[in-house]
T-cell receptor, first 112, second 117 residues
Framework: SQQGEEDPQALSIQEGENATMNCSYK?????LQWYRQNSGRGLVHLIL?????REKHSGRLRVTLDTSKKSSSLLITASRAADTASYFC????????????FGKGITLSVRP | GAGVSQSPRYKVAKRGQDVALRCDPI?????LFWYQQALGQGPEFLTY????????KSGLPSDRFFAERPEGSVSTLKIQRTQQEDSAVYLC???????????????FGDGTRLSIL
């Protein structure tokens, strides 16, 4: 069963704009991770935020985590056509052998 | 290679046949995971190995699914008497350490796309 729900389900923006994607989850977590998946390929890890962290940056990526609301957001700044992909949030529940529970994903299209 | 390798990339089988999917994780990675991804959905957990020990198989959908990792490196996912609902992409992932508090990312292969006719 999928734990997370991403919002929106699909997002289309112009190159250079920022893209914001949201994720909600249900159980207590050890960490939350964001992954990218290009069509026909595996998932690529983007960023991991631990349950005791509130914000994290990596290059053009900014992730926030609000454990009281059980939600996270991923911001991609100055988007590029190459950012076109599906994005998934995944949670590692406490005491769960590090297995990940994924949402259904967000399809991001960046128009050149 | 440096990444997780899965084979075959595509597999077509007739309903009722047995299939075997292979995963070669990153060298030295302790943890290995199998996920099933249906079209348009996120991956769903199937099973987890720490070295050669299968510590969690709670996601396997039926007793037709069997996974092994006998020497703690390469893993095989076997599906017996395949059904049409088994059609999906099967993803393998590995990570460096093996504790539940590891906070390690998982590294995914490109998956095996299984089609059951």
């Amino acid at each position: 069963s999928q734990q997370g729900e991403e919002d929106p389900q699909a997002l289309s923006i112009q190159e250079g704009e920022n893209a914001t994607m949201n994720c909600s989850y249900k159980t207590s977590i050890n960490n939350l991770q964001w992954y990218r998946q290009n069509s026909g390929r595996g998932l690529v890890h983007l960023i991991l935020i631990r349950s005791n962290e509130r914000e994290k940056h990596s290059g053009r990526l900014r992730v926030t985590l609000d454990t009281s609301k059980k939600s996270s957001s991923l911001l991609i700044t100055a988007s590029r056509a190459a950012d076109t992909a599906s994005y998934f949030c995944a949670t590692a529940a406490t005491g769960a052998n590090s297995k990940l529970t994924f949402g259904k994903g967000i399809t991001l299209s960046v128009r050149p | 290679g440096a990444g997780v390798s899965q084979s075959p990339r595509y597999k077509v089988a007739k309903r009722g046949q047995d299939v075997a999917l292979r995963c070669d994780p990153i060298s030295g990675h302790v943890s290995l995971f199998w996920y099933q991804q249906a079209l348009g959905q996120g991956p769903e957990f199937l099973t987890y190995f720490q070295n050669e020990a299968q510590l969690d198989k709670s996601g396997l959908p039926s007793d037709r699914f069997f996974a092994e990792r006998p020497e703690g490196s390469v893993s095989t996912l076997k599906i017996q008497r395949t059904q049409q609902e088994d059609s999906a992409v099967y993803l393998c992932a590995s990570s460096l350490v093996g504790t539940s508090h590891s906070n390690q990312p998982q590294h995914f292969g490109d998956g095996t796309r299984l089609s059951i006719l």
